[in-house]
């Protein structure tokens, strides 16, 4: 659906986005990870036409329409980190305005402003004023209008942010249910925990280039790092910790008192292996537990790497 | 199936034009707003206060013992008095609509979201300088029972009401293109209403620097056609207007004046016949306004300017 080919974003000397090679493949809920200055906002902004590239070459779908122009910002609905709404605006007013912006008519505005106000449980608010609503709602609304036009990429950037934990639970699930209606959409965002639970694949960028991109398991399978096992140990403490430096696929983390944190990428069959190996050379266990990977883990691990 | 005149095609894309949604919005929420209604009514106190004064000015003129006696004949000068605080307000209200139309629209951070959508830059800002010239409409309408009454006393004819607006349009569309054009340029609306004023300033005088440069160094005796760089300046326009309001007579044309046949050059002392210098220098300060609303729109365009900036 995206494509997203050697993207680059120059300021003067300062290099914001660096050869930006990206697929989003069409129906996926793409996260958009990466710390402060990563360069996340400004690829956004250089997909939804409000900045010019360096270079490189945005596509979405089939279309070999330019950024910026009409035919492309008719497939790319947008919602920005920060946005304000107009005073003595009503809610259906603001969807009618950005409606006829898209050139649409008339009644299938109403008709589907109607549709997308209950989609985003605002249908009670239509004759409200638009600032006269929470943040939460106007964020629901932002989201709304940016579906008004029926586009093919939903294109969210921090959407979560400034909102409270109800307000941030009910835009999870308006995500999730846009999804599972087979909207591609694009979200970046810093709460990496809400990103885990419902995106289908991510990218990590930091520094301007994108570290890596594809589905959250995948990464967490190449890189090894996201299955952490948790081994209690009573005694032979160093012979454990010989044996498992000298497997192959074994990474030892930490040692504690009587705790051994290796992590590996192994299947469940190489661990019980690795498990049996250990009681044959008389290591005492009193116990194993697997963790699972977390995105913050992941995200550590690879922005740490990069900095390093 | 096919209609007689249009296919249905047709008659879809007829159907279809409707009114800029910006000129919608921007009316919709200035009729909402106390401010606009404080502004009919300090507008409509203005003219007023003119109205009184001139008619305080012509019994004067009238009980002085030049006069003769008759309050008809200076009626006619109501027209000038109005008709100068009308363009006055209008010119001074418009810069300060349509400077603050694209900062203001940066400052409440909804100017990402209408660059995002189908609406190109230009109609961005022909929407803006449109909702910027009905909101003066709707100042002009209120103020015509006033301007009326110099009409009905001052003996004008009703086209010239009807000039009169047209005039008043030219000048607000001209004011909104140097507004929204200032508002472009800065990120804060209150730096954009400051430009604008300025940029009014140079156009109001820098049309009149070659005539002046003309006269002081080369110490010609004749204007010649340095004049012609008046037809920008709206400050001669409207003078011109007036004279050909009241008068029927050219400004350039004024025998014994600094405008005079023996003064101004061929080409200007040509023009000056007729009506031809006021509708050519309403066609050129047309063009300038549309000069004014390409280059907003080119400064607007996110894949043409500003693209090297970093956003703080």
């Not at chain 1, 709404?85 to 912006?101: A, H, I, T």
């Not at chain 1, 990103?195 to 301007?208: K, Q, R, W």
């Amino acid at each position: 659906m995206l494509y997203i080919n050697n993207l680059t974003k120059n300021y003067g000397s300062f290099t914001a986005v660096n050869h930006l090679t990206l697929h989003v493949p069409e129906g996926d809920l793409f996260g958009f990870v990466g710390p402060n200055g990563a360069g996340k906002t400004t690829t956004i902004r250089i997909v939804c036409g409000l900045l010019r590239a360096s270079g490189g070459t945005v596509k979405i779908g089939n279309t070999s329409a330019a950024v910026g122009s009409k035919e492309m910002k008719r497939l790319i609905g947008y919602v920005p980190d920060f946005f304000g709404v107009y005073d003595n605006l009503k809610v259906r007013e603001y969807m009618d305005m950005y409606g006829s912006m898209y050139g649409m008519y008339a009644r299938d505005i109403a008709k589907l402003s109607d549709d997308l106000l209950e989609l985003v449980n605002l249908t009670d608010k239509r004759e409200f004023y638009v600032d006269t609503l929470s943040r939460g709602m106007k964020q629901r609304l932002c989201v709304a209008r940016a579906l008004l036009h029926n586009p093919k990429l939903l294109i969210l950037d921090e959407p979560s942010s400034g909102l409270d934990p109800r307000a941030r639970v009910e835009m999870k699930e308006l995500l999730k249910n846009l999804h599972s209606m087979g909207k591609t959409i694009v979200i970046s965002s810093h709460i990496l925990s809400e990103l885990s639970e419902m995106c289908t694949s991510i990218g990590i960028m930091n520094g301007g280039q994108l570290i890596t991109a594809g589905r959250i398991e995948d990464i967490m399978q190449q890189l090894g790092g996201g299955k952490r096992l948790h081994i209690q140990i009573v005694s032979e403490m160093e012979a454990a910790v010989r044996l498992l430096k000298e497997q192959a696929n074994v990474r030892v983390e930490s040692v504690r008192e009587n705790e051994i944190v290796i992590s590996n990428n192994g299947t469940d069959e190489e661990i019980s292996a690795l498990i049996g190996r250990l009681i044959q050379n008389e290591v005492v266990l009193t116990g194993f537990y697997r963790e699972e990977g977390s995105l913050e883990s992941l995200f550590m691990q690879l922005t740490g790497k990069t900095e390093d | 199936m096919k209609n007689k005149f249009f296919t249905w095609q047709e008659w879809g894309i007829i159907m279809r034009i409707h009114l800029n949604p910006i000129v919608k919005k921007d009316l919709q929420v200035t009729a909402r707003s106390m401010r606009f209604s404080w502004g009919l009514f300090a507008y409509e106190a203005v003219l007023v206060m003119a109205f009184l004064l001139a008619m305080a000015a012509i019994q004067s003129q009238s009980d002085s013992i030049y006069s003769d006696n008759n309050i008809y004949s200076y009626l006619i000068y109501l027209f000038p008095v109005l008709a100068v605080s009308q363009v006055c307000i209008v010119a001074l209200i418009v810069p300060i609509i349509t400077a603050s139309s694209i900062s203001g629209e940066r400052e409440r951070q909804t100017f990402d979201i209408m660059l995002t959508t189908c609406m190109s830059p230009f109609s961005i800002v022909i929407g803006k300088v449109i909702s910027a010239v009905l909101r003066i409409l709707f100042f002009v309408v209120a103020g015509m029972p006033i301007m009326a009454l110099s009409f009905v006393a001052g003996g004008l004819s009703w086209s010239s009401l009807f000039y009169f607006v047209l005039t008043i349009i030219l000048l607000s569309v001209l004011s909104g293109s140097i507004g929204i054009f200032c508002s472009a340029l800065c990120r804060r609306s209150i730096t954009a209403v400051i430009l604008s004023f300025a940029f009014y300033f140079v156009i109001y005088f820098l049309t009149f620097v070659p005539l002046i440069l003309k006269m002081l160094w080369s110490k010609a005796e004749r204007a010649g056609e340095s004049l012609l760089f008046l037809l920008f300046n709206p400050f001669v326009f409207f003078e011109e207007f007036f004279m050909q309001i009241m008068t029927g007579e050219s400004l350039f044309g004024m025998e014994g004046s600094f405008f005079s046949k023996q003064q101004v050059g061929f080409l200007t002392y040509h023009l000056s016949q007729g009506k031809a210098w006021m509708f050519l220098s309403a066609a050129c300060i047309f063009m300038l306004s549309v000069l004014f609303m390409a280059a907003a729109a080119w400064k607007i365009n996110p894949m043409h300017s500003s693209a090297g900036k970093m956003r703080k």
